[in-house]
């Protein structure tokens, strides 16, 4: 513990005179091991029990296909936010594919929209080389990151029930248990 004598010096947990060059540095340990606290405790990922309406989205796939949430009513649908230049975006393809793969004969859709940033040919040359089954939307504008909360970090990867209800938010990447148990569960529905 450090604390702060009469004269404004400062004193670290066994009592002896501490200066700022060793202060700051035990400051960032501990600010380092709560962030890494939250990110092992799933910091990144929110369920609510209250789900929220998904929005009146529109997508426009690279194929010319236009997609309305409302018109996908009664299935589950996943809408993931990456970027051919995101890491850990990529690194999740091949789970997306596996399970849009497992679950799409069965209700599930899965749209995977582009940040507005990411050049067009960039995403349809990725989807092209991955031979992307699910479909993959431009966001040119940014309006659908905005309809979504104001989507700035990627991945981030919204769950929406067969009611059109976001039940759940993956900032980051997602836990492929925890997701296909998800919609496993909202397909017995």
């Not at 051919?84 to 679950?103: G, N």
């Not at 067969?162 to 993956?170: C, F, K, S």
Request: glycine residues 8%; negative net charge; proline residues 7%.
């Amino acid at each position: 513990m450090e604390g702060i004598d009469e004269n404004g010096g400062v004193f670290d947990f066994i009592g002896e005179r501490a200066g700022p060059a060793e202060t700051f540095p035990k400051m960032k340990y501990v600010v380092l091991l709560v962030i890494m606290g939250l990110i092992w405790a799933g910091a990144g990922r929110f369920h609510d029990f209250n789900a929220q309406p998904a929005p009146r989205a529109v997508f426009i796939t690279i194929t010319g296909k236009k997609i309305a949430l409302e018109g996908l009513r009664g299935k589950p649908v996943i809408v993931t936010f990456w970027a051919t230049d995101c890491p850990a975006c990529i690194e999740e393809i091949p789970y997306w594919v596996a399970l849009y793969r497992q679950f799409h004969d069965r209700g599930l859709e899965l749209i995977a929209v582009s940040m507005y940033y990411d050049p067009p040919s960039h995403v349809v040359g990725m989807a092209q080389a991955r031979r992307l089954p699910y479909d993959v939307a431009l966001d040119l504008a940014g309006e659908q990151a905005r309809a979504f909360g104001n989507v700035e970090l990627i991945p981030t990867t919204f769950v929406i029930d067969p009611a059109g209800r976001i039940v759940e938010r993956i900032i980051g990447a997602v836990d492929p248990d925890h997701l296909t148990s998800l919609i496993e569960k909202l397909l017995e529905k």
